[in-house]
């Protein structure tokens, strides 16, 4: 599986990105899906995630209520709408994607495949 993940940019606080990522391979957008954050001088932070169906979703408590989580299996494509931008979710933003049911969708191990990052500037 291999993720594109797009749609970051500046923006000023209290505004709005919506991050996409494109899943390809035999398995894209088959399992969980989710995104995770890295600021600088920061250890790596779970963001929020979804199950296959997207019935099932988890947000870190910094974001929830502002970032919403999304896909669409028809499109192989995941989604992050963020709604609210502080200077603080300044970060590299990474989508995953598991390999099989059933894991901790909030956990950084339970994803092999992680998409190249794309930044997001919160200026204040």
């Known amino acids: 599986v291999q993720l594109q993940a797009s749609g970051g940019g500046l923006v000023q606080a209290g505004g709005s990105l919506r991050l996409s990522c494109a899943a390809s391979?035999?398995?894209?957008?088959?399992?969980?899906m989710g995104w995770f954050r890295q600021a600088p001088g920061k250890n790596r932070e779970f963001v929020a995630s979804t199950s296959w169906s997207g019935a099932t979703t988890y947000y870190a408590d910094s974001v929830r209520g502002r970032f919403t989580i999304s896909r669409d299996n028809a499109k192989n494509t995941l989604y992050l709408q963020m709604n609210t931008l502080e200077p603080e979710d300044t970060a590299i933003y990474y989508c995953?994607?598991?390999?099989?049911?059933?894991?901790?969708?909030?956990?950084?191990?339970?994803?092999?495949?992680w998409g190249q990052g794309t930044l997001v500037t919160v200026s204040s």
């Open positions: 995953t994607q598991a390999k099989a049911y059933g894991l901790d969708l909030t956990q950084g191990a339970s994803y092999p495949y």
């Open positions: 391979g035999p398995t894209a957008a088959k399992y969980g």
